[in-house]
Every structure is written in C-alpha cells, then in structure tokens.
C-alpha cells in the first residue's frame, strides 16, 4: 500500500509524492522543482528517492528532473514523444510502468501538449490517476500545443475509467474552475455543492485534491458536453449552434480561456 501526499511548489502546483512506508523508498510524479523533494528527504533521513514520473515537458513539470536524478540516480520515466530531461524509460500510449510495486498504464492524452500522458493503476483500492494538465479537478488544461479534436476524445477517455479512481492533477485550480462550471450550469446541484465546500477548503487554506472520476463527471463541465444545458452554454457564447461533443467542448475551452 502507498501512500500519496502533496509537496507544493511554485504558487500552486502540486509534486505528487508516493511513499512505500514499509520499505521507506519513495517516488515523486511532475517535479516541478527539486526544492520541496530534497527538502523532504532531509527530512526524513534514510528514505530513498526510486522513480520520477512526468507527464509532459513544460518547465513547471520537470524544472526539477536534473537536479533529483544528479542527487539520487532515481529513475526518470515520461512520454516518449517529448524533451524530457534524463529520461531513462520512454514511455508510449499502452505501455506500463511499475513503481514502488505499483502498475501503471500509460494512456496519451494528447491536448495540452502533443505528446502529454496519464499514468493509470487500477491495482490499489481505490485506482489512481495521475492527470498532468489534461484533466484538473472541475476542469481541464489549455490546449497549448494540441486542438480540441485531441484534447476532447483525450478528456472522455479518461471520464470512462472507474468512478472510484481518485485523480491527482498538478494545479490547486479547483475553486477557480469551479467558478466557470457555476456560470455554465449554474442550477447543477453537484456544482453548487461542490463550490461551497472547496470554498471552505481554500478559505483554511486546505487542498481540495485528489477528486475522483465520478465527481468529475457529475461537475466538470468539459466533461458534460452531451448535456443539453452545457450544449445551449455553448452555443449561447459562439451565437451559433454547436453539433457535435467536440465542437462544444471548443466553445466552452475558449470561453473559460477569457473567463
């Protein structure tokens, strides 16, 4: 059993990090900066840092690769279709990865950037994901480097794993997004639940992370797109009708993008 706990960096990204308690050995995902993980293992002495994950290049996500790996000789694994720094293990849409005893299943998810992955476990009780940018709690990443033919069929295909699977995003973006899924369905229940509690998570200064997949389906608007209140959202901002999932899922990322 592993545990997963928050190492915060920057002003609001989170360092995944995973922690085998029984044979004190550790792994960290999207390491933005080494700083908060050598801090930790100072910490706690004796530990021994095993793998890092990533899930796609933007500086954020693997500003803190060359350093950790120099530091500890830790095993780096990412997507094999980006500059990742140090990168031992190339890792493809199919292909699995074991960490701290732990399988994960590499699905591309391409979007945010081109060759962007999750790593998905449905070992442990509950699953987990880790998302990167693609999914975020009540929302999803810009399409910096991808178009919303990638990132929608990308967002679904994470929206069909298991309700239970609790997913760990990289961003503390979830009141904000919450804020733009209170403006799309502003009468869904679930929404308007869910602001009010991440508010007073915030509000203590407390994460609001991980989520789970069901709660994501029931607020995330960029998941909701074959709902016709999120559809009529959409069109209402184009002026025009939107006919297909992906053509509203456009409409909704370009209107969060000025929001």
Not at 85 to 114: E, I, S
């Amino acid at each position: 059993m592993i545990q997963i706990d928050a190492l915060p960096a920057f002003s609001d990204n989170y360092i995944w990090l995973l922690q085998d308690t029984a044979k004190r050995r550790c792994a960290v995902v999207d390491p933005g900066d080494a700083g908060p993980v050598v801090a930790w293992l100072a910490a706690n002495p004796g530990w021994v840092l095993e793998d890092i994950l990533v899930t796609h290049h933007h500086h954020d996500h693997v500003g803190g690769v060359d350093r950790l790996k120099q530091l500890t000789g830790a095993r780096v694994s990412g997507p094999a279709n980006e500059p990742i720094p140090a990168r031992d293990v190339a890792l493809a849409d199919g292909d699995q990865v074991t960490v701290l005893g732990v399988t994960f299943q590499v699905m591309a998810v391409p979007g945010h950037t081109l060759g962007h992955i999750a790593l998905y476990s449905g070992q442990p009780s509950p699953p987990l994901l880790f998302s990167g940018d693609t999914l975020f709690a009540a929302g999803c990443g810009r399409m910096f480097e991808g178009t919303a033919q990638q990132m929608q069929p990308s967002l679904q295909r994470l929206a069909a794993l298991p309700g239970e699977t609790e997913v760990y995003c990289t961003h503390e973006y979830t009141l904000s997004n919450l804020r733009f899924a209170k403006a799309v369905e502003p009468d869904n229940p679930h929404v308007l639940q869910r602001f009010a509690h991440v508010s007073q998570l915030r509000a203590e200064n407390r994460i609001t992370l991980p989520s789970t997949i069901a709660l994501e389906r029931l607020t995330n608007p960029f998941l909701r797109t074959s709902e016709t209140s999120v559809k009529q959202k959409a069109d209402e901002w184009k002026g025009h009708s939107n006919d297909t999932h992906v053509a509203v899922f456009a409409a909704l990322r370009s209107w969060k993008d000025t929001f």
